[in-house]
């Protein structure tokens, strides 16, 4: 095997073993023994356990941020955003990369998983707000909603049959948004601004 197919094997390995066990409890041996390799291998091709942990994270976001920004196109405001949700819906079919997201969330105690989830999150809110051009409370709404479904998708809610799923099922579409922007919702500065004036 080449290296690029087998650094792409051991990823891939890797992106199972990190997203059901996270960063502290996923195993380089296990991945190693899957893999056919030694674990000195692994860190030849990755440097360190955290180090191959960010890629995948990182990738895993990226993935999300890249997709809709494809599905979105040419379209902008709530039509380009109904064309991401439906993307970001479709994309949660991948458990694998949708835990190795929360797994990055769960390690944000340590301050280089913190800077890196920080830097992805950051970037999917600028692919939402830079090509949709909506305001930051309908953002903030989309991005919300797509982070219920990323719980649903973890809890595994399509194999359940009761309310509370289906509803978490429900897909993200444009008209979902159109009650909410900066002009309904006041921020919380400004909530506590006008406490102050009180």
Known sequence: MRGEERRAQVREIAAREFA?????????????????????Y???????????FLELVTAAFDRVSDGMLRAAADEVGLDGLGRMGAE?????????SLLLQLQGFAACGDDEVRAVVR???????????DTTGLDAVTVKSFL????????????DVDAIDEPW????????????????TADTNVS?????TMKKQR
């Not at 919300?144 to 809890?155: D, K, P, R």
Request: net charge positive; hydrophobic share 50%; proline share 0%.
């Open 20 to 40: 059901q066990n996270g960063l502290h409890g996923a195993s380089i041996d296990a991945i190693a023994r899957e893999a056919e390799i030694t674990q000195a």
């Open 119 to 129: 830097e992805r999150l950051a970037r999917m809110w600028r692919v939402v707000a």
């Open 188 to 192: 919380a500065k400004s909530d506590a």
């Open 42 to 52: 692994v860190f030849r091709m990755f440097g360190t356990k955290k180090a191959l």
């Open 165 to 180: 799923a289906e509803g978490i099922r429900t897909r993200i579409q444009a008209g979902l948004f159109d009650h909410i």
């Open 144 to 155: 919300a909603f797509g982070m219920l479904l990323n719980v649903g998708a973890a809890v």
């Open 88 to 96: 970001y819906y479709d994309l949660l079919a991948d458990r694998t």
